[in-house]
């Protein structure tokens, strides 16, 4: 067995920093411009709201994969290392597949989520194990996804890669380089060896006892409901980004995770004044006028649309995500039992990043083609009607949420958890698209 290393570290944190780089460059490279690169091909709407509901298929998969297989039986950093050697070789061939049919195409980005989505608990548990303080050391290690959300769609957009099939040799490679790197990663051992798995805590099903609760219900029912409006940002804002002149739509679009970063040192702040109610209400408040400033930039008419306000609507991220999704862990753990906390945060990645994501990329590819109009084999997307429709439908989750939510919760951190870290750090990482 390979012998394990000193845990924590600075050579242990460069190692577990550059992990977490190449993890979401990776994702960084092809995610956001997927949608304009099968656009670009004459993939209709529907196809490409197919495409985007593929990732929450993954990650409603994924937990049973965690659980019956790399939590079990073999070191975290080899079950890594063989999903992105995988996952990367499905990327380098998807645009192949892509020049013979759609079908083939969405079956080897299908194919790469199914063996990504596990790798963002893993790089958690790989993380956290390595560690001797995780609360101070992993936002500083986890800080580089972000960065490397960000060069990516830099990198793509330098090379003018945002609408070509190349952006899928980039991130492919990336995938087979973090496959390779990931077994010089420090020897951490499978975190449930010996224990059985559980279908009911895979799914964190225990967490519905606490349904019985009128305000964790609302809860629970609003983050669901809402992420059905919200999967249309990732899976046509840069297409829609495009669409007004933008043409390098990575690096645009990358200005989302910069707000991220800044919004989320100052959270905090916002959290002791707000608490969990108005934070909740403004992050939807964002999502709100994320979309209205989408709606109101598209000229109908004509090409005078106004970039400016798509640029805001980007730059919106950074509350939208941190506001909500983030404000959204931190209740769920101070509401659950210690024995429940892993059980409650899978459940509330099954109903928002699973179910509400996968519905809402069906709705919002069926919405785009709703609104597309050919006529002499040019087709033209009514892109104000597509992005007043979530805007609409989030409006009226936030005002249910407002009316019928009324818990209060202390803002101090949690009492110690007795769950693996990623149990309730795998949405954190999933959503930071």
């Known amino acids: 067995m390979t012998a394990t ?25 092809w995610y956001v411009t997927m949608g304009p690169y099968m656009a670009n091909r004459g993939m209709e709407g529907g196809t490409i709201g197919t495409a985007y509901s593929l990732g929450p298929i993954a990650a409603i998969i994924s937990p049973f994969f965690l ?23 499905c990327l380098l061939l998807a645009p192949m597949m892509a020049a013979q049919s759609p079908t083939l195409f969405l079956t080897m980005v299908l194919l790469h989520m199914l063996c990504y989505m596990p790798t963002l608990g893993l790089t958690n548990t790989l993380a956290f194990r ?10 500083m290690i986890r800080v580089w996804g972000t960065i490397g959300w960000i060069i990516a769609g830099w990198v793509i ?3 003018e890669f945002d609408v070509s099939p190349s ?13 390779l790197y990931s077994f010089a990663l420090p020897h951490t051992p499978a975190p449930g060896k010996g224990k059985p798995f559980s279908v009911r805590d895979a799914l964190g099903l225990d967490a519905l006892a606490m349904m019985k609760e009128a305000s964790f219900s609302v809860f629970i029912i609003c983050s669901f409901l809402v992420c059905i409006p919200l999967a249309a940002y990732y899976a046509f804002a840069g297409q829609y980004a495009k669409a007004v002149g933008y043409e390098n739509i990575g690096s645009t679009m990358s200005f989302g ?32 006028l994320r979309y209205f400033f989408f709606a109101q930039a598209w ?32 209740y769920a753990e101070k509401k659950a039992n210690p024995e429940h906390r892993g059980a409650v945060q899978g459940f509330l990645v099954l109903v928002t990043q699973g179910l509400g994501m996968f519905l809402g990329a069906k709705a919002s590819g069926w919405l785009v083609g709703h609104y597309t109009t050919t006529v002499d084999e040019v087709s033209t997307i009514a892109w104000n009607k597509v ?44 959503n930071h698209a």
Not at 167 to 174: E, K, R
Request: hydrophobic residues 55%; negative net charge.
């Open 387 to 430: 992005w007043i429709a979530p805007c609409l439908f989030a409006a009226g989750v936030a005002v249910i949420f407002f009316l019928f939510f009324h818990d209060r919760v202390d803002p101090t951190p949690a009492p110690a958890k007795t769950h693996t870290p990623h149990d309730n750090l795998n949405a954190h990482a999933e």
């Open 257 to 288: 995770q910069m707000s991220e970063i800044l919004f989320m040192l100052v959270m905090p702040l916002f959290f002791a004044r707000l608490g969990v109610k108005w934070m909740l209400l403004v992050g939807m408040l964002a999502w709100i």
């Open 130 to 139: 390595n560690m001797t303080n995780p609360e101070k050391q992993f936002p």
């Open 5 to 29: 290393p000193p845990r924590s570290g600075p050579v242990v944190g460069a190692l577990l920093s550059a992990m977490m780089f190449l993890q979401f460059f990776l994702w960084g490279a």
């Open 299 to 330: 000229d109908a008419g004509g090409t005078d649309h106004i970039k400016w306000l798509v640029l805001g609507g980007i730059i919106l991220h950074g509350i939208c995500y941190d506001f909500f999704f983030v404000t959204g862990f931190i």
């Open 157 to 159: 957009s330098m090379l």
């Open 167 to 179: 952006m899928f040799y980039v991130a492919g490679g990336s995938g087979v380089l973090l496959g």
């Open 67 to 89: 659980g019956m297989v790399a939590d079990r039986f073999f070191p975290s950093q080899i079950v890594l290392g063989v999903m992105h050697l995988i996952g990367g070789a």
